[in-house]
């Protein structure tokens, strides 16, 4: 039922700006926890960006003051902008979503999994390549 498919990678130059797009089936961005990571050969999965479900949002430092993290709670539909892209940002790109506490809480980033705290659905992924 809960369904993310993610859209918009592409091969780009360094410097340029991409902006992939999640979109979501069973899962309302607007109340739940969502975020993207990123993952490159050989290394371990990273949280880039992260949004609550009341719009606050959280970075990994490698990406802060280039990507930015929204929703459209309308459409249902979460967005990465990528901007001033380095070929360090090379990965394959996935959009998570984890429920929030009963409160409604979202963890920021970093992101370290536990029993309670864990993203349970993932898209499938969207390449990003930055020459």
């Known amino acids: 039922q809960v369904q993310l498919v993610e859209s918009g990678g592409g091969s780009v130059a360094a410097g340029g700006s991409l902006r992939l797009s999640c979109a979501t089936s069973?899962?309302?961005?607007?109340?739940?926890?969502m975020a993207w990571f990123r993952q490159s050969p050989g290394k371990e999965p990273e949280g880039v960006a992260a949004i609550a479900t009341d719009s606050s949002t959280s970075y990994a430092d490698s990406v802060k003051g280039r990507f930015t993290i929204s929703k459209d709670n309308t459409k249902n539909i979460l967005y990465l902008q990528m901007d001033g892209l380095e070929p360090e940002d090379t990965a394959m790109y996935y959009c998570?979503?984890?429920?929030?506490?009963?409160?409604?809480?979202?963890?920021?980033?970093?992101?370290?999994?536990?029993?309670?705290?864990?993203?349970?659905?993932w898209g499938q992924g969207t390449q990003v390549t930055v020459s």
């Open positions: 998570a979503a984890d429920r929030p506490l009963g409160d409604g809480y979202c963890y920021p980033l970093p992101y370290t999994p536990t029993e309670e705290h864990e993203y349970n659905y």
């Open positions: 069973g899962v309302t961005p607007s109340n739940n926890c």
